[in-house]
């Protein structure tokens, strides 16, 4: 049988270090570490990142290509609210990929200047397709909000979609945190819409919400 290509070593740095500073978090760990755990030179890793920050660059830039395509959502028809949820799984599978992002998103956004800029977009672009779902959801009859409740119910959604990791972490910094942690937050982003659904969409969340915090 045909063997795969051994994996590239600038390939490797970037596992190592998504792992590492998922793990212990971006600002504790340094470039030395992340060259010790591959078992290569620090030089060795010098010679294809000269930094962290260019590391943590291209890190970013992979988990932006992969969030932009979760919120490029399907516009062939309206969506419903079992479209919703698939959705805030599929986004909460990305924030959990790429969790030192949100751990750590403050002190990222304050030291480079690149996560400053894009982060900011990726929240907007985020509030903006939650704003669209909920606009289709009362189109379809299966929520009633005005328009302002939409506008800010949508930014209260990607608030606690964005800090949970953060909140879980302050609330306990030694706790492990794992796919439970994400289900809570999953499950808090729907309680903030479950007053405004309709009784058969509500229903709904009380069966998913038993998935969440079982």
Request: aromatic share 12%.
């Amino acid at each position: 049988m045909p063997t795969k290509p051994p994996r590239r070593t600038r390939e490797r740095i970037l596992e190592t270090a998504l792992t590492m500073f998922n793990t212990f978090g971006e600002p504790s760990v340094a470039t030395t570490s992340i060259a010790v755990e591959m078992g290569i030179s620090p030089g060795n890793l010098y010679y294809h990142y000269h930094s962290k920050e260019a590391i943590v660059a291209d890190l970013f830039a992979e988990f932006r290509r992969e969030i932009e395509t979760t919120l490029a959502a399907p516009e062939e028809r309206l969506p419903n609210a079992e479209d919703c949820w698939l959705f805030l799984h599929l986004v909460f599978e990305a924030i959990w990929k790429y969790r030192f992002v949100y751990r750590d998103i403050n002190d990222l956004v304050s030291r480079y200047h690149v996560i400053e800029v894009q982060f900011r977009r990726i929240l907007a672009h985020k509030t903006r397709v939650f704003e669209q779902i909920l606009a289709g959801l009362i189109k379809n009859g299966q929520m009633r909000a005005a328009p302002a409740e939409i506008k800010t119910l949508a930014e209260n959604i990607v608030l606690v979609a964005s800090y949970w990791m953060s909140f879980e972490f302050a609330r306990n910094p030694r706790a492990a945190q794992d796919g439970e942690t994400l289900a809570r937050g999953a499950f808090h982003v729907i309680a903030l819409a479950a007053p405004y659904l309709e009784p058969r969409e509500r229903a709904l969340f009380d069966q998913l919400a038993k998935r969440y915090i079982a």
